[in-house]
């Protein structure tokens, strides 16, 4: 049984402390805020409820799969739920598409509704990534990668000069359908010329796999962990931040806290490493990607009509419309969370409106958060390294560090955004601890 100290309370974190909890290990948890989640946790306000964060996930069986490792199936305790259309996208001409989820046959007709012949344009698109799932998943996703056990067709493809912006040229000559495939890394806030071609086989999950989201909203994965974790004994200290982690003899031994230091045969980083010294040279090159400018809006009235989950509104700026769960506001109100990137994002309630959405009205209370704001409440950025070009995969840290004794997991240290790839970043974690 190893001592393992866990660094951060987010998702990563928490995912990576109940399966190491389930397998024996002495785990404690520390985190700096007042609650755990992290960014996949909620934020109230006046009677209105919204996830911080992710409102959907990617790959259902991550959470099957961390859930039946750490304890109890998924399945008796949280409902998960397809999400019948991926998102709404409206384009600058007037145009909409929304795009299903879970079905090639199905997106071919939405996009053939948007103009004939573009569903086998975008089917052809979305298949070109079929191989491409199959060696992330089996040589980086679901193991450690190493050049010597990876296959060499993957380790051509993450050497790859090809960016997301050219892969998505060749492969799509309908402008719109390049912003649908360049959506998921363009709200993120990264270049597409340094995003990899491969990043790209989001479309392809999203078309296989569907997405899913939970009734109550998915902050609730995050509380069932944390309820995991104190029914198993994990030591969790919140308001605990952490300051580095302490190497003696050329190895991790403990991690210096607000409290003293914690010992720990093991230490897991699920912050940004830049926040800990001893692992900050190691990451020098690469950059965190920035957040959005954040409403959240808690409204009342006649809405403007929005069908779906996810309204994503194309143009300068973009802008993202996350409509929460039932619940989540009084009677006869909603929740809104509005994401916006560009030219005018300072205010997205008036960028709305320039875009035919008028809820000004309609706003009795608003929680705003710039990129600053975001990246100081949840302890740095909750989207990961920045991409920079195919090198950025080789700077993450994960699950292995230069440092022994140290390992990483969330979104810093998984190979795509969302939960389900940080999912498969701590099951790796878990995995290297009983070799540590």
Do not use: N
């Amino acid at each position: 049984m190893a001592r393992v100290a866990v660094v951060g309370a987010g998702f990563g974190g928490l995912a990576a402390a109940a399966r190491l909890v389930r397998l024996g290990h002495d785990v404690v948890v520390l985190d700096a805020a007042a609650v755990t989640g992290g960014a996949c946790s909620r934020l109230e306000q006046d009677g209105h409820r919204w996830d911080a964060g992710p409102t959907y996930t990617l790959l259902p069986a991550v959470l099957r799969d961390l859930f039946r490792k750490s304890g109890r199936p998924l399945e008796k305790e949280l409902d998960l739920v397809q999400l019948e259309v991926l998102r709404e996208h409206r384009f600058a001409d007037g145009t909409s598409l929304a795009l299903p989820g879970g079905s090639r046959g199905a997106q071919v007709r939405a996009a053939d509704a948007l103009s004939p012949g573009l569903g086998e344009q975008w089917a052809s698109y979305v298949a070109s990534y079929t191989e491409t799932w199959e060696l992330l998943r089996t040589d980086l996703l679901e193991r450690r990668w190493s050049p010597d056990v990876g296959r060499p067709e993957t380790a051509r493809m993450l050497a790859s000069r090809t960016s997301l912006r050219r892969a998505a040229r060749r492969g799509l000559r309908d402008r719109r359908l390049r912003l649908v495939a360049a959506h998921p890394y363009d709200v993120d806030g990264h270049d597409l010329s340094g995003v990899p071609a491969w990043a790209g086989v989001v479309a392809h999950l999203e078309q296989r796999f569907g997405t899913w989201t939970t009734p109550h909203g998915m902050a609730v994965v995050t509380e069932l962990l944390a309820a995991r974790l104190a029914e198993r004994g994990a030591d969790v200290r919140l308001r605990t931040p952490v300051t580095d982690v302490v190497v003696r003899g050329g190895r991790a031994v403990a991690v210096a806290s607000a409290d003293g230091e914690v010992d720990a045969d093991v230490v897991v980083c699920a912050i940004d490493p830049r926040r800990l010294p001893a692992l900050a040279p190691y990451v020098a090159a690469s950059q965190p990607a920035m957040p959005p400018v954040v409403s959240h809006l808690g409204l009342e009235g006649e809405l403007p009509p929005l069908a779906h989950h996810e309204t994503v509104l194309h143009g300068d700026p973009l802008l993202v419309v996350r409509v929460q769960p039932p619940g989540s506001a009084p009677d006869g109100g909603a929740a809104w969370t509005v994401l916006a990137r560009g030219r005018g994002a300072e205010d997205p309630v008036r960028a709305l409106a320039e875009r035919g959405l008028h809820v000004r009205p309609h706003v009795v209370t608003r929680l705003d958060l710039s990129p600053r704001a975001s990246a100081e409440r949840w302890g740095g950025s909750p989207l990961g390294v920045r991409w920079d070009g195919r090198a950025t995969q080789r700077q993450r840290l994960g699950p292995r560090t230069p440092v022994p004794g140290v390992l990483a997991t969330g979104a810093h240290a998984a190979a795509g955004p969302g939960l389900a790839f940080v999912g498969l970043a701590s099951a790796l974690v878990a995995q290297e601890v009983p070799a540590v």
